[in-house]
């Protein structure tokens, strides 16, 4: 009989968070599997887990895997953690637990703390529906058609993103989604300098980028709605104090002017496209053509004549009647 691998969720920041069976799970475990040995060490000694550790990271995690379904397949039980947060969340531990399927070994979920779901509570933003993108890829061509596919996205996105790298992915999101887009910014979740900003894209640039221009960058909105934890409140809007974690000489995250780096792990839950935007760029696309281009252009598509006057006069707002009419005059003058 196989044992079984378990997903034990760890604090992401506050280790108050650590949920009594996570630590009963990961004292009973034959093996625990950690991202980063060094750093995972420290939790366990805080909560005096004696349970041996091996790496399971993103440079073995294919060999490293099949190391552990060999275990779990002589019937040892083993816990995945991640440095910080729930396994398997934009992380390796995803290649091991589609292992563990393709074995026949038992997957059990032990639940806590998740960066994402953290976030997008506390935004403000909608919650009912979303999209997780965890980390942008860092190849450009990959990134830019992840930055183009969330162009015309109605659920709420949710972004994480390292302090070195912020303001160029701020930057590139005004590019793509529009300055005026709403975003919260959620900084440091869990730690003492915690922080929600609500703001749009362009008013985020803004707070960290004094030389950055863009006039539809929503004014000072992004000093506006903040709100923090523990009773700290950071007038400026997630910038972080020398204590938190960021790459102080990384000209990325250089701040001009009396702006400071970014400090800290940065969660961006940003609003998806309503229904009334979708239908004002359905609309702009077609407003520089005539009517008759307008439905040609969806008969050179393959929708026969008839169709295509339908789907005219909807995306005008038009009756038939009149797409139709416009067709026959065109013709006639032919």
Known sequence: MSGTLYLVATPIGNLEDMTYRAVRILNEADLIAAEDTRNSIKLLNHFEIKTPMTSYHEFNKYDKADFLI????????????????????????EV???????????????????????ALIASGQPTRR??????????????????EALKNETRTIIIYEAPHRLVKTLKELCDVLGSVRELTLCKELTKK????????LGGAVK???????????????GSEDVHSS?????????????????????SDAGIRGDKTVPRGEYVLVIRGKSAEELEADKAAAWQDISVVEHV???????????????????????PKREVYAEVERSAEKL
């Open 70 to 93: 060999g275990k779990l397949l002589e019937g040892q039980n083993i816990a995945l953690i991640t440095d910080a947060g729930t396994p398997g969340i934009s992380d390796p531990g």
């Open 96 to 118: 091991l637990v589609a292992k563990c399927f393709e074995a026949g070994v038992p997957v059990v979920p032990v639940p806590g703390a998740c960066a994402a779901v953290n």
């Open 130 to 147: 979303f999209v997780f993108e965890a980390f942008l890829p860092s190849d450009k061509k990959e990134r830019r058609a992840v930055l």
């Open 193 to 200: 300098h915690e922080s929600f900003v609500m703001t749009t």
């Open 207 to 221: 707070s960290f980028d004094d030389s950055w221009d863009d006039s539809e960058s929503g004014g000072d909105k």
């Open 230 to 250: 523990d009773g700290f409140y950071d007038s400026d809007a997630g910038i972080g104090d020398p204590g938190d974690r960021g790459d102080e000489g990384n």
């Open 296 to 318: 040609e252009k969806y008969i050179s598509g393959g929708m026969t004549k008839k169709d295509a006057i339908k789907q005219v006069a909807v995306e005008r707002g038009v």
